[in-house]
């Protein structure tokens, strides 16, 4: 017998209180935080859409892995477990433990980065092309065409284009690129998936022209999902088996476990390369921590090598991909326009449509961020020309692509009801979309000015 009705696969066992705000109260609020919901304290959100990293909810299981933590300096038994099924998982010699995804990537694009270098993904993440800028190198965005057209259907959205690496290898020459770095899901271009077939076409490429390619694979998991019920050939794999291909395909990985690894902390680098590997570690050692913690606790590590099975049960991956296609179907019945179809870990929503008299100057996405916030204590995050935008020589601002906010999901945290919610908290925002206005920026860093930057209304 079949039902409509897909349960979460989980009973609560703890729970942590919801504080109740009024709209008076969040307006106070969110001008204290000079309208940058990062800067709002959790107890001041009512519904935290603000990411889904770090913030998932351990099983039980990994409560009782946390007690067998082994907190030795040297060969820690939890580490062996960590490596163990990293190993397991990738299929890669050399693992290094950090403390989350960017102290990977940070060690990683140091060894390989630098002036003249360069690096290709479908869309680095914000952190990933910090790193890799941070280095003198360049970080060059070859999404497919149709990533940039939230309409229009595309089954696996995040490829690469395929044309264009070939074309920017040979330009910059093969010698010159630090990694092509293939980012499943594609988080920056809508949380997308990454077809298998383009895995293998951007394998081709790298191992024709001997350039390296990595893997960031925080969302290896949902992306796998994606794999089995689009992809032909793949129907009858497991989403392990599915994983362990992509993974045979490239040359290493980043991962912040903070995603699908079902923790509140910790990452990893995986890499073939012997020499690279020593690299690596030495500035491991350096700035994390000795090369069996790396920055996290026993504990830690325990709880993502649990939690890197859990990832993979098939009950766990059906109720994640349908519960956040279940708020983003809502959304699009009612109008919202969105990035189609549903990515994994979250709905993005093209603010640019939604808010046409807003030019992207005056930042449509950070408009709809403050307006859930204010109408529903919803905390959202842009991703457009607040977090990408950059300035040309005059000042004036080079835009993103795409003007998006993005509602990522916390995995095991949120039930239907919040949902339902969130939903109703839409149909008040579309009611005065035509009234609201932009803002401008006073006060920003150079590097990733998202975080901190702050706002006035305009
Ligand atoms: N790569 C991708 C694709 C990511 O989404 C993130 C983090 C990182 C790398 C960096 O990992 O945070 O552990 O250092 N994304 C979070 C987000 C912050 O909200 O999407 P980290």
Known sequence: MEFKTIIEPFKIKSVEPIKITTAEERKVFLERARYNPFMLQSDEVMIDFLTDSGTSAMSANQWAGIMIGDESYAGSKSWDHMHTTIKDLTGYHHILPTHQGRAAERILYSVLGGKGKVFLSNTHFDTTRANIEYTGASAIDIPIPEATHPKDYHPFKGNMDIEKLEKLVREYKPENIGAVILTVTNNSGGGQPVSMQNAKEIHSVCSKYGVRFILDCCRIAENAYFIRHREKGYENKTYKEIAHEMFALADGAVMSAKKDALVNMGGFLAIEEQKLFEQCSSLLIITEGFTTYGGLSGRDMEAIAIGLKEIFEPDYLLYRIKSTAYLGEHLDKMGIPLMLPIGGHAVYIDAKEFYPQIPVEQYPGQALVCELYLKGGIRAVEIGSVMFGKYDENHKLIHAP?????????????????????????????????????????????????????????
Not at 442 to 455: D, K
């Open 402 to 458: 795409m003007e998006l906010v993005r509602l990522a999901i916390p995995r095991r945290v949120y039930t239907q009801s919040h949902i339902e919610y969130v939903i109703e908290v839409f149909g008040k925002i579309i009611e005065g979309r035509e009234k609201v206005r932009g803002y401008e920026i006073t006060y920003e860093t150079a590097f990733l000015r998202h975080f901190t930057a702050e706002f006035r209304k305009l």
